[in-house]
């Protein structure tokens, strides 16, 4: 089975990415992880002063996923400009490289990305819009208020001609309606999603077992949700949407190419296994020849089915979103 595929101007080879956070800048895992066997890889999300980051612990294991709250840890964006984007652009050829881009203010999106737009080494920005562990943050995130969303979008469309993702929260009760929001705002493509906000508590005491108390839900537990999330977006926009959320097998990556993402990230599945994006591939490439399938597009939902929304039309009643009271 073919596993490139013409996307945001260039091609990927395969459709398989690390997700932001996860990797770093590339450097930190290479000793471990072949990054040019894969698709691409989103880098450590990028502030425009650099930041130490929430307290420790940062990071705990809970049941069938992880919660995190790092903070958006990262060494700020002059710094990534001269330190980090070099390595990429002389290290990686294949793989393509978004660079993840975080802020408090439209204005700060903005001052990150002319700092590294005249860097070489990667092809797009993600917009993270929807970080749910991030203390600094008031109010909620960017990808839950559609005109902040909107006007973020639009002031970097205005700075950049590089493709743009737009990263999408798991807690929107109409991602289709926001992602023709970002569409319209000039995004080329979505991520969804981002991890869910969530808190676990140590029994004994009550007290959060992380250091800044709430955090980000990742890994199994918010693969349904994010399956989810991609099919709603899907019958919004016809953007290309690229999946993430819990994918950690063969198997996960099908169920998200079947909701309609073009391209999937592997993000807390690498902490367990390193190579888990690499067998990924490996396994896609193997269950298309199984069953003889010519190209992994074949796989791509299109959308909805013979009577249900299309995009720019009236969607129906949306499903309900999980919600813990």
Same mark, same amino acid.
């Given at each position: 089975?073919?596993?490139?595929?013409?996307?945001?101007?260039?091609?990927?080879?395969?459709?398989?990415?690390?997700?932001?956070?996860?990797?770093?800048?590339?450097?930190?895992?290479?000793?471990?992880?072949?990054?040019?066997?894969?698709?691409?890889?989103?880098?450590?999300?990028?502030?425009?002063?650099?930041?130490?980051?929430?307290?420790?612990?940062?990071?705990?294991?809970?049941?069938?996923?992880?919660?995190?709250?790092?903070?958006?840890?990262?060494?700020?964006?002059?710094?990534?400009?001269?330190?980090?984007?070099?390595?990429?652009?002389?290290?990686?050829?294949?793989?393509?490289?978004?660079?993840?881009?975080?802020?408090?203010?439209?204005?700060?999106?903005?001052?990150?990305?002319?700092?590294?737009?005249?860097?070489?080494?990667?092809?797009?920005?993600?917009?993270?819009?929807?970080?749910?562990?991030?203390?600094?943050?008031?109010?909620?995130?960017?990808?839950?208020?559609?005109?902040?969303?909107?006007?973020? &979008?639009? +002031?970097?469309? #205005?700075?950049? *001609?590089?493709?743009?993702?737009?990263?999408?929260?798991?807690? $929107? =009760?109409? !991602?289709?309606?926001?992602?023709?929001?970002?569409?319209?705002?000039?995004?080329?493509?979505?991520?969804?999603?981002?991890?869910?906000?969530?808190?676990?508590?140590?029994?004994?005491?009550?007290?959060?077992?992380?250091?800044?108390?709430?955090?980000?839900?990742?890994?199994?537990?918010?693969?349904?949700?994010?399956?989810?999330?991609?099919?709603?977006?899907?019958?919004?926009?016809?953007?290309?949407?690229?999946?993430?959320?819990?994918?950690?097998?063969?198997?996960?990556?099908?169920?998200?190419?079947?909701?309609?993402?073009?391209?999937?990230?592997?993000?807390?599945?690498?902490?367990?296994?390193?190579?888990?994006?690499?067998?990924?591939?490996?396994?896609?490439?193997?269950?298309?020849?199984?069953?003889?399938?010519?190209?992994?597009?074949?796989? &791509?939902? +299109?959308?909805? #089915?013979?009577? *249900?929304?299309?995009?720019?039309?009236?969607?129906?009643?949306? $499903? =309900?979103? !999980?919600?813990?009271?």
């Amino acid at each position: 089975m073919r596993l490139e595929q013409s996307l945001f101007g260039t091609t990927f080879q395969n459709p398989v990415l690390l997700a932001a956070g996860t990797c770093g800048f590339g450097r930190e895992v290479q000793g471990v992880v072949d990054l040019e066997s894969l698709g691409g890889l989103v880098t450590k999300s990028v502030t425009l002063e650099p930041r130490q980051g929430n307290p420790a612990p940062r990071v705990a294991e809970f049941g069938p996923g992880m919660i995190n709250s790092i903070g958006l840890a990262n060494p700020g964006a002059e710094r990534a400009a001269g330190e980090k984007l070099p390595w990429l652009g002389a290290n990686l050829g294949r793989a393509r490289v978004f660079v993840s881009v975080a802020g408090h203010t439209a204005e700060e999106y903005v001052s990150v990305v002319e700092t590294l737009e005249p860097e070489d080494g990667f092809l797009g920005f993600e917009l993270n819009l929807s970080c749910p562990n991030d203390a600094r943050l008031q109010g909620l995130p960017f990808a839950l208020e559609r005109e902040a969303l909107s006007r973020v &979008i639009r +002031e970097v469309r #205005a700075r950049t *001609e590089r493709p743009l993702l737009a990263k999408l929260a798991p807690n $929107d =009760p109409d !991602p289709g309606a926001t992602a023709r929001a970002a569409e319209e705002a000039g995004a080329d493509g979505l991520t969804l999603v981002n991890t869910l906000p969530g808190l676990v508590l140590e029994p004994e005491t009550g007290d959060p077992v992380l250091g800044a108390g709430s955090g980000g839900v990742s890994g199994p537990a918010l693969r349904p949700l994010g399956v989810w999330a991609v099919r709603r977006a899907r019958r919004g926009t016809s953007l290309p949407i690229v999946g993430a959320g819990g994918i950690s097998a063969t198997d996960d990556a099908l169920q998200y190419l079947r909701a309609g993402a073009s391209l999937v990230q592997v993000g807390t599945a690498s902490f367990a296994d390193p190579r888990a994006a690499a067998r990924i591939v490996a396994g896609l490439a193997a269950w298309g020849r199984r069953r003889g399938v010519d190209s992994v597009k074949a796989l &791509i939902g +299109e959308g909805p #089915a013979a009577g *249900e929304a299309r995009p720019g039309s009236p969607e129906p009643v949306p $499903d =309900p979103v !999980p919600v813990a009271e």
